[in-house]
């Protein structure tokens, strides 16, 4: 084999090696993108199913509210009439 034949196929097998790792990263870099898509869908719903039940929770707390002042106005206009 000649000095030649020898670079070209250093070169032909540093091209397959090449070709072979950008495929591998290109597979890995759609893995990522695909597990970063189903992550971000899982916290989406997580997300959504949390403001629900936070407006929930305000609602309740509102109504607690109210009838706590309306609690307070009448021991209050109780005490002023002792």
């Given at each position: 084999?000649?000095?030649?034949?020898d670079k070209k196929d250093k070169r032909t097998?540093?091209?397959?090696?090449?070709?072979?790792?950008?495929?591998?990263?290109l597979r890995l870099e759609r893995a990522v993108?695909?597990?970063?898509?189903?992550?971000?869908?899982?916290?989406?719903?997580?997300?959504?199913?949390?403001?629900?039940?936070?407006?929930?929770?305000?609602?309740?707390?509102?109504i607690i509210e109210s009838r706590l002042n309306?609690?307070?106005?009448?021991?209050?206009?109780?005490?002023?009439?002792?």
């Amino acid at each position: 084999m000649s000095l030649s034949e020898d670079k070209k196929d250093k070169r032909t097998k540093r091209a397959i090696a090449n070709e072979r790792l950008e495929a591998a990263l290109l597979r890995l870099e759609r893995a990522v993108a695909k597990t970063s898509e189903a992550e971000n869908s899982e916290y989406l719903e997580r997300i959504a199913v949390l403001v629900k039940e936070n407006n929930k929770l305000k609602n309740t707390n509102g109504i607690i509210e109210s009838r706590l002042n309306g609690a307070i106005k009448k021991l209050k206009n109780l005490l002023k009439e002792s």
